[in-house]
């Protein structure tokens, strides 16, 4: 679990999920300080993170030649009910097609993927 908390300043809060504590802002333009990530550069993070443990994973399992990868994400809200991700990977080593092919299928099924492209539900309530 994690938990965000802000007091006045706008709009720098303070996450913590138990063994961590780090932070988000929003950029200038909007009114924050723009001293951390915002909640957006935070979304990427996470989809960026997985799909590249994920595949350092199944790489070093298959004992596939790859030296690093790299993995960018940008989101984009499209209207009010569309959201766009775009996912480039990449890589260094000596790999072939069909290794790469496969890469991008694990990228694909990594777990933020999964929750991402799946059914969500928001459960919300206040204390």
Same mark, same amino acid.
């Given at each position: 679990?994690?938990?965000?908390?802000?007091?006045?300043?706008?709009?720098?809060? %303070?996450?913590?999920?138990?063994?961590?504590?780090?932070?988000?802002?929003?950029?200038?333009?909007?009114? @924050? @300080?723009? %001293?951390?990530?915002?909640?957006?550069?935070?979304?990427?993070?996470?989809?960026?993170?997985?799909?590249?443990? %994920?595949?350092?994973?199944?790489?070093?399992?298959?004992?596939?030649?790859?030296?690093?990868?790299?993995?960018?994400?940008?989101?984009?809200?499209?209207?009010?009910?569309?959201?766009?991700? %775009?996912?480039?990977?990449?890589?260094? @080593?000596?790999?072939?097609?069909?290794?790469?092919?496969?890469?991008?299928?694990?990228?694909?099924?990594?777990?933020?993927?999964?929750?991402?492209?799946?059914?969500?539900?928001?459960?919300?309530?206040?204390?």
């Amino acid at each position: 679990m994690t938990t965000a908390s802000i007091a006045k300043e706008h709009y720098r809060l %303070t996450l913590r999920n138990g063994n961590h504590e780090f932070y988000a802002d929003e950029p200038k333009e909007v009114g @924050g @300080g723009d %001293t951390a990530p915002a909640p957006d550069d935070l979304l990427e993070a996470s989809l960026a993170s997985c799909t590249a443990i %994920t595949l350092r994973m199944y790489a070093d399992r298959k004992q596939w030649n790859v030296d690093s990868i790299e993995v960018s994400v940008s989101v984009e809200r499209v209207g009010n009910n569309k959201t766009v991700f %775009t996912r480039k990977i990449s890589f260094t @080593g000596e790999m072939e097609a069909e290794q790469k092919e496969r890469l991008l299928q694990i990228a694909k099924a990594c777990p933020v993927s999964k929750s991402l492209l799946g059914e969500i539900e928001i459960n919300s309530s206040v204390e």
